[in-house]
């Protein structure tokens, strides 16, 4: 999709936390799976800082501390959200969170449960730091378009809502930018009173 340069442009952070993909082991997933779906789904100018990093609690916080400071008003993990020992993304989240937002996660699962059940076992956060929402998204490359998405019918109208309609508003309630979103990847959902008209209609 091509970006709207009417937009305002938005700096996005995105982590992918992998053991075995930061030292080499095996190509990281998580990065590219994430900017090919916000490349798609959102229309203003994106700048991306990434991040790949071992599942280290302090540096999970210390990278997430520095995205906000960079003015990141989005940041996405993935990886490090199961029960296992080395699994700490949540963790590390909730140490650098000023609010929680559980509803994301809580979406999150619901979609991952029409799926696999083992859904319940994953343990994705959202919190608010400063004006920054940080969301830990699913380790899988198919996972994380789903939880984005949502779930959507033969005809392909929409089923579960996908955590993502709910990002924009988000963003504008802790005043980030104002996202437009392409509605056939994923339609943002605003009250009708925080809808602001198009750069290109309002000219």
Known sequence: MSHDSNLEPIRIGIVSV?????????VDKGLPAL?????????????????LIPDEQTQ???????????????????GGTGPALRDVTPEATLAVAHKEMPGFGEQMRQISLA???TAILSRQVAVIRDRSLIINLPGQPKAIAETLEGLRDA????RVNGIFAAVPYCIDLIGGPYLETDPLVCKAFRPKSAIRPTP????
């Open 115 to 117: 799926f696999v059940p």
């Open 60 to 78: 999970i916080s210390q990278t997430l501390i520095e995205l906000v400071d960079l003015g990141c008003s989005l940041v996405l993990t993935t």
């Open 200 to 203: 290109s209609l309002a000219n």
């Open 18 to 26: 992998s053991d075995r993909a930061s030292t080499g082991v095996y």
């Open 35 to 51: 900017q090919d779906w916000l490349g798609l789904a959102v229309k203003n100018p994106i700048h991306y800082e990434q991040r």
């Open 155 to 158: 005809n392909g109208d929409s």
